[in-house]
Structures are given as C-alpha cells and as structure tokens.
C-alpha cells in the first residue's frame, strides 16, 4: 500500500520558519523525484520545489527561491522542505508529491498539512 505521509505544518509568525517531512511506503521511493506543491484556498495547487531521484538537481518556484530548501534522505525514504522567512501568502496547504519516472498513473499524493503564517 503507497503512503506518504506529511508532517511539520503548522501556525507560524511571519519571518518565522517550518521544516516539513513526508515519510513515503509501498514504492520505488529512490527511482522517483519528490516535490512540494502547495494549494491556497480557492486556487488550484501549484508547485514549489522539486528534486530529482538521487537529490542532485532541485527547482524552486520563483516565490519560494532563497527562503525554501527542498532535500532528500533515501535512507529514511523522507523528502524535506525547509521553509524560512515564511509570509503571510505562503499559507496554505501543502502536499507531497511522488513523481513516477514511468507513468503519471504512478505519481501518488499526500494528504496534505496545513501551514498558516499570521502574526
């Protein structure tokens, strides 16, 4: 059975900072590359970092560059998402992503996790 499973959200203060963990099960996790999407209340979800299979390559959306760190233990099958000097439109909730290096009927999704910047 494929899981992933988020944790780490939460209510920060603006300039604050959050780690968020996905601890994936049930697949190839070291054949897929792993991304953070997150999704604002009434607006679609959209992508905000992304890193490749054995964690070389990482891509950001340009509102997150410098503030965010995606990375990637293999060992513990965890991807990461560090999130500094978090602002008020970085609330959202976001979700982990497993991106099939095969077929798109082989990405899977996490539940999600809350992250609200307010002060």
């Known amino acids: 059975q494929v899981r992933l499973v988020e944790s780490g959200g939460g209510l920060v203060q603006p300039g604050g900072s959050l780690r968020l963990a996905c601890v994936a099960s049930?697949?190839?996790?070291?054949?897929?590359?792993m991304a953070w999407y997150r999704q604002i209340l009434g607006k679609g979800r959209e992508r905000v970092a992304i890193?490749?299979?054995?964690?070389?390559?990482?891509t950001y959306d340009d509102s997150v560059k410098s503030r965010f760190t995606i990375s990637r233990d293999n060992a513990k099958n965890t991807v990461y998402l560090q999130m500094n000097n978090l602002k008020p439109e970085d609330t959202a909730v976001y979700y982990c992503?497993?991106?099939?290096?095969?077929?798109?009927?082989?990405?899977?999704w996490g539940q999600g996790t809350q992250v609200t910047v307010s002060s």
């Open positions: 992503f497993a991106h099939s290096p095969i077929s798109s009927a082989e990405d899977y």
């Open positions: 049930g697949f190839m996790f070291n054949n897929y590359a």
């Open positions: 890193i490749s299979a054995f964690g070389g390559t990482q």
